[in-house]
């Protein structure tokens, strides 16, 4: 009888032994990657890079930099939020077509603030009339340099919504 329980208790111990060296092995094969948590989109283009046709000297943005969509410290115009809309409302000039048939209301665009404070790639969000997209995209490639926004200390490349008011007066 004795002889039968040392016979179990060993293949017992073999047995806590192997699972326990299996354990460990599978534990560091199978290790979870833990991704943080970020709030950024890829580039809208396929292509490898995309030339921006806002810059004369066609600043690059690789496809494998993220641009963010919120970070520490957002780009800002120089002079401010109100400036930025001076700006904007000061270079529009109201489409003839649109003035005719009496179309108001916003033009939602956004853009990237490159590292360097460049306007890139935009794009209408939210549409109100062809001629008005229009205008308000020449608008929005004739913004000067951005103060470039910035992640851990470092500039970043950031998109920035911002929307552009037709009203009649």
């Not at 904007?88 to 209301?105: C, F, K």
């Not at 916003?106 to 997209?133: M, Q």
């Not at 308000?136 to 910035?150: D, E, N, Q, T």
Request: charged share 20%; aromatic share 10%; hydrophobic share 40%.
């Amino acid at each position: 009888m004795s002889r039968k329980i040392k016979f179990h208790s060993l293949y017992l111990y073999l047995f806590l032994l192997l699972s326990a060296i299996g354990f460990t092995s599978c534990r560091h094969k199978h290790k979870a990657i833990v991704h943080p948590i970020v709030n950024e989109m890829p580039l809208p283009n396929a292509d490898n890079y995309y030339y921006s046709p806002v810059s004369q000297d066609k600043e690059v943005v690789s496809k494998n930099e993220h641009i963010f969509t919120v970070i520490e410290q957002m780009p800002q115009f120089p002079g401010g939020e109100e400036e930025l809309m001076n700006f904007i409302s000061t270079n529009l000039v109201y489409p003839a077509s649109a003035l005719r048939d009496g179309i108001q209301g916003k033009v939602i665009c956004r853009f990237v603030v490159t590292k360097t404070g460049r306007v890139e790639s935009p794009e209408v969000v939210r549409s109100l009339d062809p001629a008005c997209d229009k205008v308000a995209i020449r608008v929005v490639k004739s913004l000067p340099r951005f103060i470039p926004g910035r992640q851990n200390g470092v500039n970043v490349c950031v998109w920035y919504t911002v929307p552009v008011v037709f009203k009649l007066k």
